[in-house]
């Protein structure tokens, strides 16, 4: 997961902090943005809601951060 750790560099975000703040030690952190564990879903989503980013763009399934709001398919 590149893009996490763009983001927190981006924001000037040291990996303590956001470990903190997602409840997780600095080294399961760490796991993440080497890409030597999964990140999980719950964790996912506090990503995108603490960088204000979509979860699709910390999946790198688009290259655009903004939310959309989209209505589900009836």
Avoid: C, W
Avoid at 56 to 73: A, E, F, K, Q
């Amino acid at each position: 997961f590149k893009r996490i750790k763009n983001l927190r560099i981006d924001h000037d975000v040291k990996q303590m902090e956001i470990a903190h703040h997602l409840g997780v030690s600095q080294n399961t952190y760490s796991d993440y943005e080497l890409g030597k564990i999964n990140v999980p879903v719950d964790i996912i989503i506090k990503l995108a809601d603490y960088y204000n980013v979509s979860t699709d763009y910390i999946l790198n399934r688009t290259d655009n951060p903004n939310v959309l709001h989209r209505s589900m398919p009836k």
